[in-house]
């Protein structure tokens, strides 16, 4: 079985930084495609960033893009998210997930749907203060 941990989140002013990191066990972890989600309260989970099982593709939602960057660290056995200037909208639960094979389809546009992840970790809590 396939399980995700977070780690890296925390309470930061606005304009700071984090990085999330997200480790797998149960699985090849460095063949498996990654995202990361967020859910702030009351609103929907969204996509943030995901990167592809080859790890020679990335993507990132329009609104973190040029923000934050995903990236993948074999050595570590980890997939990490770091965040740059961050601003009170970006206050959420992140969540970390990751399905077992690698498709054509997510390949080209980035497995931003969160259907298309089977494994998801406990989220961890981001919160930028003003």
């Known amino acids: 079985q396939v399980q995700l941990v977070e780690s890296g989140g925390g309470l930061v002013q606005a304009g700071g930084s984090l990085r999330l990191s997200c480790a797998a066990s149960?699985?090849?972890?460095?063949?498996?495609?990654m995202g990361w989600f967020r859910q702030a309260p009351g609103k929907e989970r969204e996509f943030v960033a995901s990167i592809s099982g080859s790890r020679t593709r990335t993507f990132h939602a329009d609104s973190v893009k040029g923000r934050f960057t995903i990236s993948g660290d074999n050595a570590r056995n980890t997939v990490d998210l770091q965040m740059y200037s961050l601003k009170p909208e970006d206050t959420a639960v992140y969540y970390c997930?990751?399905?077992?094979?690698?498709?054509?389809?997510?390949?080209?546009?980035?497995?931003?749907?969160?259907?298309?992840?089977?494994?998801w970790g406990q989220g961890t809590q981001v919160t930028v203060s003003s």
């Open positions: 149960g699985g090849t972890f460095s063949s498996y495609p």
């Open positions: 997930a990751t399905r077992l094979r690698e498709t054509s389809f997510g390949r080209i546009y980035g497995y931003r749907r969160a259907d298309e992840y089977d494994y």
